[in-house]
């Protein structure tokens, strides 16, 4: 508990990780020299045709995407359905949803080429689904998991239905859909991988053009890539939990 | 006051309450008390519209709570529930002004009332107004429960066994200290318990429910003196003497001291019961009374007790 009056914000130590690492991918020719050490016989050790800072951006802006769509789609459905005039629909979201993680994001990205063409937009699409699940389910079973006796009492004490939903319901459900939030935007990040598939940038790119061209250090290089941005923004949306959920520290 | 006029409540073919009508007057406590699911929660919940009886209708003063919007209706009546159901995302401050701020007071009138409720039910503000639920024992939950019950000064509370769920000297020591508070304040309390030595202590009333119906309402005296029913026999059972001691202060019985060293002595403020304890724990005939400051006042004899807890008429 001693730390949330001490630090200036929780959020700054995250902020400068993330402001560190893309001053790291940034440095293009010390990369290219520890990949030529790493592989000597590699007769391009780096990816040349977009600097590891551009195709990290890409990344993540792919990943910012479908992850945004995932939470403004998600989290309202997963309200709708748990309010009584939504209740009806709750069965058939929960399977479209399951359905949607189901089918692989290689296949979802190829049958919706037609509607999105070449580029990130398919992809986005593609990523939205197969992110979808853990948000809905998350929130559906936060909502599901609420403490009755709590509930009750915010009633007889007169909360109305909205009053009721932003002040006692979300706030309570907010550390299990934060988990699911997290869980599906690390799963996004890294499954955004597939995206040059369809046309679309991140660091998927070398490593695709790697394993074509059989050059192990393109591989690796979007593979590293990948691997710490993933870390980083695990870590990250776990210190957002613990910021937007004081009240449980120390547990 | 709150009235119940023939309040059935059925759930299917089951009947709840059997046409329940009951008068709690203004400024008194009446227990709603009873063995489990005989309808006492039930009833208590129709007041405040948490459940809509089948048939009849609860009136708060002269108005039909049905007639009242609900939400407003809620907000303007204090409601303790067992498990309390303090907020855990709210400190204890914000919890104490949840019905202030539904009500749309200020906020600085809103802190100084929190810090005066918590003050109110014993939580010094500096040391508990920050600190979140789940690092509270459970009698100090309940007395933040008791305060955010009290905040928006409604002149009504409902209780349900409030003081169900914490170890009983705790329970004890709070039920005194409402008991002080609601000689205080003077709200118009219903309050549900199961528990016999409760309803005796804290009641000016109690309404002794059994399978939805009223057993018996009366004064706690009356209801130990002439139980009814047989069932309100049952449910006091061989006891009930002694429980009319509790409800007889023992300066009462005091007589003026005569002249011997007493060897034990017993507070003034204690009821009869507690002195009738003692003298049976300590195998005598009569005990020392003293005051506040230890200063012996009186006497009160084994004979005077028994003779006061077999009186016909008080």
Known sequence: MSWREKSPHPLLVPLVGWGLVLVLFAQQSFWQGLLSTLFPSARSPIFERETLLNLALQHLAITAG????????????????????GAAFRPLAENIVAVGQTFPPVAVLVLALPFFGFGSAGAVMALFLYGLLP??????EAFASLPSDVLDAARGMGYSRPQLLWRVELPLALPVILAGIRTSLVLILATATVAPLVGGG??????????AVSNLAFVVQGAFGVALLALLLDWTLGRLELTLTPWRNGR | MIRFKSIVMRYGGFEALKGVSLEVPEGQL?????????????????????????EGTVFIGDRDVR?????????????????IGLFPHMSVLENVVVVPRLLG?????????????????????PTFAGRYPRELSGGQAQRVGLARALAADPPVLLMDEPFGAVDPPTRERLQDEFQKLQSELRKTVLFVTHDLDEAVKISDRICLMSLGQVEQYDTPEALLRSPRTSFVQGFLGPSRTLLRLSRIPLSRLLEPPDGHHPSATIQHSVSAREAFSSLLANGLRSLGVTDDVGLLIGVVRLETLLAAASEEEP
Do not use: H
Request: proline share 6%.
């Open chain 2, 67 to 83: 007639g009242l919007d609900e939400v407003e209706l809620r907000r303007g009546i204090g409601y303790v529930i067992q498990s």
């Open chain 2, 105 to 125: 007071w200020k906020k600085e009138k809103r802190e100084t009332r929190a810090r005066e409720m918590l003050a109110l039910v014993g939580l010094e503000p």
């Open chain 2, 30 to 54: 009446v227990t709603l008390l009873g063995p489990s699911g005989c309808g006492k929660t039930t009833l208590l919940r129709t007041v405040n519209r948490l459940i809509e009886p089948t």
């Open chain 1, 202 to 211: 991140g660091l998927g790119v070398p490593i695709i053009a790697g394993l």
């Open chain 1, 66 to 85: 479908a992850g945004a769509l995932v939470i403004l789609v998600g989290l309202p459905l997963a309200i709708f359905v748990t309010r009584p005039a």
């Open chain 1, 135 to 140: 948000v809905v389910r998350n929130s559906l």
